[in-house]
Structure formats: structure tokens, C-alpha cells
């Protein structure tokens, strides 16, 4: 029987993995809600998860095993982009109106500060050749402008996990944070939420600590932060790719 079930999850692995995330985000809101009283997000504990999983592999993480195989197409680049397509496609142009002048100055700020901590960092980790640079830096703004820059670039997948790693970070970071800082910096209305979503950029990230703050604020910081990736795939693999052979004179 046991032989038979194996069987069964291996020939069908892109739906066992969905039912296996749907497990770890099942466990993480349970701890979150029990255990941490939700202090921590479910979201960045199922990050955590996910990252302490990816240990226990290979070069493909858990999908090394047959049995979780499904785990490297879920987790892959074509999901990737057709997530980012997905997002782009449900989103109103004219919507991004609402956030006003604010809105389109905080989208402009955070890619090109994220960009330039990105560089910082690569450069500090010895990575001096601008398709480096500009990979990590693409990933500072988030774990998918990262990829697709370096894909675009062809970057080597050494620096293309570096940058997804960067970008998770802050994922990470932003999904923690939020909720205990919301207070102090004003987050706390609809147009503090939007500015908030153009600067950080991270959708996941900022959705779930927008949730963990008053859910009320997450599809006004994830309407920036929506917009925010797209413009990072934008510029990053253009603009300040450019900007950045410039600087460096190749």
C-alpha cells in the first residue's frame, strides 16, 4: 500500500506539491495563530520553512527526492513568470492614480534605493562585472526582478540565487517587521499603506505585514508593490543596467 501511495504522488508530483505548500502554510498560520499569538506572520514562517527544507537537498532543494520532484516546477521559472504576468494582467493602470504624486515618487525611491543596496552588497561580496551588480541589485528590490534581470542579462546561476536569496531577505524581513513598526511610522490609512507598498516592493512581503498590521491596508500596499515589481523588471535590466556600464566604463 505504501508502495502504491509513493507511486501515485510521484507520477502526479506538480499536484502533490501543491497539496505539500498547502500543508506548510496550513501548519505555519496554525503556529502563528497558537503558538507565536501572531506575533510572527504565517507567511514568514512558511518562508522559513520552505528555506529550511531546501537544506535537506541538493542543488534542487527538496526536489531532489522523487517523491517532491513536483516542488522544481512549482517552484520554477515558468510559474515564476506566469505569476508575474498574472499580476500584471489584473491590474488597473488607473488605479495607481489614487496613490497620487506620493505613489509614483515612493515607486521611483524604493527601486532605486533597493537597486543601489543591492550593488552595495554584491560589491562588498566581490562581484565587480556590472551583470553582477545589476542582478543582485534587481534582487534587493525583489526575489523576482532579480531572476528576470539576470535571466535577461545572463547572469550565472551562482548570482542569480545570490540575488533570489537577497530578495527573500527582505521578503522576510519586510513580513516580520511591519506589524511591529506600523505605529511609529503612521502606517495606518490607505494612502500611508500605498507609499509604504511603492517603497518596500515586495508584494508578499508587504501583503503580510500589512495583514498582521489591519487587513484593511493590504490591497492599497499591494497595489504599489504590484507596480513596483513591474517597474523593477523594467528598469533594472535596462536603465540602470546602463547607468551602471556607465559608472563602471565598459
Known amino acids: 500500500m505504501t508502495e502504491l501511495i509513493t507511486e501515485v504522488l510521484i507520477n502526479n508530483g506538480l499536484l502533490f506539491a501543491f497539496l505539500f ?28 520553512i520552505g528555506l529550511g527544507l531546501a537544506f535537506l537537498g541538493g542543488n534542487k532543494g527538496i526536489a531532489d527526492f522523487p517523491l517532491f520532484a513536483g516542488m522544481a516546477l512549482l517552484g520554477g521559472s515558468m510559474l515564476r513568470d506566469f505569476a508575474v504576468v498574472a499580476t500584471a494582467m489584473g491590474a488597473d493602470l488607473d488605479k495607481i492614480r489614487h496613490a497620487g504624486p506620493a505613489g509614483a515618487v515612493a515607486l ?16 562588498g561580496l566581490g562581484y565587480h562585472d556590472p551583470v553582477s551588480l545589476a542582478t ?20 550565472s546561476s551562482e548570482v542569480m540565487a545570490i540575488s533570489i536569496a537577497t530578495g527573500v531577505v527582505k521578503t522576510i524581513a519586510t513580513t516580520v517587521l511591519t506589524p511591529l513598526i506600523a505605529r511609529r511610522v503612521g ?9 509604504f507598498g511603492g517603497l518596500l516592493g ?9 495583514a498582521a498590521t ?5 490591497p492599497y500596499g499591494a497595489l504599489t508593490a504590484t ?8 528598469l533594472c535590466p535596462s536603465v540602470l543596467y546602463l547607468a551602471l556600464l556607465w559608472l563602471s566604463g565598459w
Open 108 to 123: 521611483l525611491t524604493g527601486v532605486l534605493l533597493s537597486f543601489v543596496l543591492g550593488v552595495t552588497i554584491a560589491w
Open 227 to 234: 507596480f513596483y515589481t513591474g517597474l523593477g523588471c523594467l
Open 214 to 218: 489591519d487587513p484593511k491596508l493590504v
Open 21 to 48: 505548500v498547502g500543508v506548510i502554510m496550513l501548519v505555519s498560520f496554525w503556529l502563528t495563530r497558537h503558538l507565536f499569538r501572531g506575533l510572527i506572520p504565517g507567511v514568514a514562517l512558511a518562508i522559513l
Open 202 to 210: 515586495t508584494t508578499s512581503g508587504v501583503a503580510a505585514g500589512l
Open 187 to 195: 502606517l495606518d490609512n490607505p494612502h500611508s499603506a500605498l507609499v
Open 136 to 155: 543582485i541589485g534587481a534582487g534587493a528590490c525583489t526575489y523576482i526582478v532579480g531572476p528576470v534581470t539576470g535571466t535577461a542579462l545572463g547572469a
